[in-house]
């Protein structure tokens, strides 16, 4: 910028006084990056989910945020962690752009170089994901070239400020002022790109058209970019989902067991036995849900083997199915939360295909890796010990719901998800845990968790006012394959009391319990305890999350009267 420059804005206006602020520059940036992240969106549509620019720099983020950030965002947004971050990467995209939009009205050259900066910054995130193609940086790409289209379109728009103040102050406009104000200095005519040299000169009448065009180009492309980022992503998802929906599960070879009547404790207020799939949680580091169509699906098994195998998805059908009841919990599950739920789940044994690559000796961790690049890992001696460690292709029935894993995950019984149940599967690495670190591990959880023995009170909820008399106190109790033996309340600091256990299928799921409740009027303290299979009484001790799973009593507050 010339010195001939600086000084001719300080000095432009006819008065010392400044005219009004007119966001021209703020809402030409904010435009034309709304259009770039829409155009990158449609054309992710083609290239794959995962290469949008907003999902690839969200991705980047994600894994790269410390674990205490991450604990403070989940605490805070719960499951819409990924939401509220999407929305904060809007937040600081909007300062940007705005920036970037200013810069381009003084010289487009600027602005240029800045949307230059953010297609480079979205490409260079799309290329490092997991699984990214050539393609992966085209979104961002394409998206760029819009944005400098549009802001170069902008600013031959763009009405003259220093005629609007002229005229607001009721004066004539002058050309040269025009020229002087707007910053176009006779250097960037001489060396600019052409849209500076026809910027067309307006005067009053001209003013006011130049500012509707404006106007109706900005706002018009915000609006083209909020149909076409949920447009773009809604394309890509529906390809997949008419995958699903044209996939047709085998019958099992080893079907669940039938459920005995008694599963449920018929006690209002207690969550189902087997969960809807519509109801059961959803924890993943996903920022937009890995959108992966069968076709394109292959597992490889590899690493330290002997036989290296790899599978197609209708390599994976064809093989003998089982299918079990089975309860998956999360690390993150606070005593007496909610992030557990068990369904019928229809897979292929991994003991089998893991017989199949031949091990070698020293490897002691397979770790499970997503197409989006999140890993786990299992103790490959777990994974072998006989337990149903599976491949998962269905769940109650149906195709594995994308958010679910979608077309294949794991669960295996026992070991929190984080470790056990990789979703939009992808590679099972036979490694060492001295060699290899997975996702979590990394980030401070435990390299082994076994699910710890734990119970909930579902009813009554927690602050309610009951009627004396007798009150069914119930829920569940979990200590995946090691199973409930016992499950024990207590009332304020009475004795322990052995509550009703419903029937369970195998060791792998939830039990619900009832006790019946003799209530007295006043303030009461509920707390439930449940006891495993070998011996271990639930500890009251109290544990957060991190490392390896929370402990402590769930404990309920009633008042009686
Ligand atoms: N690809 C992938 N798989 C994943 C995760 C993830 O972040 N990414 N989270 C794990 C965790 S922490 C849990 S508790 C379970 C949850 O499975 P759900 O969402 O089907 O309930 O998935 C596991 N599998
Ligand atoms: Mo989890």
Request: one cysteine or more; charged letters at 20%; aromatic letters at 8%.
């Amino acid at each position: 910028m010339s010195g001939n420059e600086m000084e001719s804005r300080e000095t432009g206006g006819p008065t010392p006084q400044r005219p009004p602020k007119q966001w021209y520059g703020e809402l030409a940036g904010v435009a034309a990056t709304a259009l770039a992240l829409g155009v990158g969106e449609l054309v992710a549509a083609a290239t794959g989910g995962p290469s949008a620019p907003l999902v690839a720099v969200g991705g980047v983020a994600v894994d790269a945020a410390p674990t205490p950030v991450k604990e403070f965002a989940v605490a805070v947004f719960y499951t819409y962690d990924k939401l509220a971050l999407q929305a904060g990467i809007v937040l600081v995209l909007a300062v940007f752009a705005a920036f970037i939009g200013v810069l381009a009205m003084r010289r487009l050259w600027y602005g240029l170089v800045g949307v230059a900066l953010f297609g480079v910054v979205g490409g260079l995130a799309a290329a490092t994901r997991y699984g990214a193609t050539w393609e992966y940086p085209l979104p961002s790409v394409v998206g760029a070239l819009a944005a400098a289209g549009l802001l170069a379109l902008l600013r031959r728009t763009l009405p003259a400020p220093s005629a609007v103040s002229a005229r607001d102050l009721g004066e004539e406009s002058a050309p040269e002022t025009d020229a002087a104000a707007r910053g176009a200095d006779p250097s960037a005519r001489g060396t600019g790109s052409s849209s500076d040299a026809d910027t067309p000169v307006v005067d009053g009448t001209g003013q006011a058209a130049g500012r509707r065009r404006f106007l109706t180009l900005a706002i018009g492309a915000i609006g083209a970019a909020a149909v076409a980022v949920p447009g773009g992503r809604r394309l890509w998802a529906q390809r997949v989902a008419a995958a699903r929906d044209a996939v047709v599960l085998p019958a099992p070879a080893s079907p669940a067991p039938t459920l005995p009547a008694k599963v449920s404790v018929d006690v209002p207020g207690v969550k189902p036995f087997v969960t809807r799939n519509a109801d059961f949680y959803r924890i993943d580091t996903a920022l937009s849900v890995p959108q992966v169509e069968p076709k394109d699906w292959q597992l490889r098994i590899h690493g330290r083997v002997k036989r290296p195998l790899t599978l197609t998805y209708d390599q994976l059908l064809a093989m003998p199915m089982v299918e079990r009841y089975i309860t998956l919990t999360c690390v993150s599950n606070e005593v007496g939360g909610d992030l557990l739920g068990n369904a019928r789940w229809l897979g292929v044994p991994i003991k089998g295909l893991l017989d199949e690559v031949e091990p070698d000796d020293g490897a002691d961790q397979v770790v499970s890796r997503s197409v989006d690049g999140y890993t786990a890992g299992m103790p490959t001696a777990a994974l072998r010990d006989g337990r149903d460690a599976l491949l998962v292709v269905g769940m109650n029935g149906e195709p594995l719901p994308v958010e679910h894993g979608f077309p294949v995950r794991m669960v295996v019984p026992g070991v929190f998800g984080y470790l056990s149940a990789t979703k939009w599967l992808t590679e099972l690495e036979l490694s060492s845990f001295s060699d290899f670190s997975a996702y979590w591990a990394r980030r401070g959880y435990a390299e082994k968790a076994p699910v710890k023995t734990q119970s909930r009170i579902d009813t009554p909820a927690a602050g309610r006012r009951l009627a004396q008399g007798q009150v069914m106190v119930a829920g569940a109790a979990w200590a995946q394959h090691r199973g409930v033996s016992a499950v024990e309340v207590r009332v304020d600091d009475g004795p322990w009391e052995r509550a009703q256990l419903a029937a369970v299928p195998s060791v792998d799921t939830w039990r619900q319990w009832s006790w019946p409740w003799q209530a007295t009027p006043g303030k009461h303290r509920l707390q439930v305890r449940a006891i495993d299979r070998t011996g271990q009484v639930q500890t009251g001790k109290e544990q957060k999350p991190v490392p390896d799973g929370a402990t402590g009593w769930h404990t309920i507050k009633v008042t009686v009267t």
